[in-house]
């Protein structure tokens, strides 16, 4: 049995992105710290995540984020699919009365020569016994997203990692002070799926993924890491799904400090948009902010596949070179026609990022963070 484990959409792990695949050098590592791993019924694990640019953050540079997948064996029951950025330290677990031993004793992500980030690690657990039911009974990847808990953090100074030969991190830094929060909203319904995501901003004013909360009480905390800035974004997102695809999704988007309670109420209304004779229609949007329309070209064989995401913000992509990224006027409510062939055996998103103000239209290599502090909102819909 083959399963693949959807994890970008429960961590949002984020990968830099490539500008050319010459410039990228596969650096493997190893994660310690681990301790009181035990057969619980509880999976342990660690993510590896390179923090982002101010600009990176919402401009759905799409090939960001989940690293390449690499198979994982769990026991003899099924082999999972795995992006290269989880490490799994070796731990026995028990499916009924069968002894499962597994893990993946090296993470591996892909580096840009001549880029330097910090890395953040956090380990984080996940039921064991929920985790090949969802998986066995083909519910969408986001059916995780409540029951994984983020326990503690590593972090590595901003470095040329292309340089290295091995990087080796550790999980020592306990949770940080709770920030609280209410979203005040409606049941989700069917496969949807709510939950916060917390990014926090570095000394070289980069942003890290910190924390989540999957199906998020209306009021409560989250944690933040300790040793960074007293800085934060966070995401309250609403993904529908289908089987284990994301479709669509709505949220909001906050600047908060941990003296601040972040309050926001219900969820934003859905992107309404299609694509008809090679032409991108939306029902036109009025409030202050800007579009982003996404056309990536699709990987058939895995192979073939530099990365592969199905990320946070919902929209499931393979990351190649041949990629286009616009930015639209929400107002006008339609594209120019496009050229047919850059829509054939494509992924194609549509975003609107609302804002409190109205701001100039991001620019690509240029600082963006003026956009960034007055985000509010943002809707996305997968087209194709």
């Not at 792990?13 to 410039?23: G, K, R």
């Not at 198979?71 to 002894?99: D, H």
């Not at 549509?350 to 963006?368: C, H, K, R």
Request: glycine share 8%; hydrophobic share 40%; charged share 20%.
């Amino acid at each position: 049995m083959k399963v693949l484990f959807p994890w970008a959409i429960a961590v949002g792990a984020l990968v830099w992105a490539p500008a050319h695949s010459e410039d990228l050098v596969k650096v493997g590592g190893v994660v310690s710290g681990f301790s009181g791993i035990k057969s619980d019924d509880t999976v342990d694990g660690a993510l590896v995540i390179p923090t982002v640019s101010a600009e990176d953050l919402f401009q759905f540079n799409v090939d960001q984020f989940m690293g390449p997948s690499e198979k994982m064996t769990v026991g003899g029951l099924f082999s999972a699919e795995v992006p290269s950025n989880l490490y799994f330290p070796k731990q026995r677990e028990w499916w009924g009365i069968i002894p499962v031993n597994f893990g993946k004793e090296q993470f591996s992500i892909m580096a840009e020569k001549g880029d330097s980030r910090e890395l953040v690690c956090a380990w984080f657990k996940l039921p064991f016994d929920k985790m090949v039911e969802i998986n066995n009974s083909g519910a969408p990847g986001t059916a995780l997203l409540p029951l994984m808990t983020i326990h503690k953090h590593g972090f590595l100074a901003e470095k040329d990692w292309s340089t290295v030969k091995r990087i080796d991190m550790k999980v020592d830094k306990a949770l940080g002070t709770k920030m609280n929060y209410s979203w005040d909203r409606a049941a989700t319904t069917g496969t949807d799926m709510d939950g916060v995501f917390m990014f926090q901003a570095t000394k070289t004013n980069r942003w890290a993924f910190v924390n989540l909360k999957g199906a998020p009480s209306k009021t409560g905390t989250i944690e933040s890491m300790s040793g960074l800035e007293n800085n934060f974004k966070v995401l309250f997102m609403r993904t529908h799904n289908t089987d284990k695809d994301v479709t669509s999704a709505e949220g909001h988007i906050r600047g908060a400090t941990l003296q601040d309670k972040v309050t926001v109420t219900g969820v934003p209304a859905p992107l309404e948009a299609q694509i008809a004779s090679s032409k991108i229609t939306w029902t036109p949007i009025e409030s202050p902010g800007w579009m982003t329309l996404v056309i990536q070209a699709r990987e058939t064989a895995a192979e073939n596949v530099l990365f592969k995401i199905d990320n946070l913000f919902g929209g499931f992509f393979a990351a190649a070179e041949d990629s286009l990224q616009l930015w639209l006027d929400p107002k006008e409510g339609s594209t120019s026609p496009l050229n047919s062939n850059s829509l054939k055996d494509s992924d194609i998103i549509l975003s609107f990022i609302g804002t409190t103000e109205a701001v100039p239209m991001p620019e690509d290599g240029q600082d963006n963070s003026a956009f960034l502090d007055v985000a509010s909102e943002i809707r996305m819909k997968k087209l194709q």
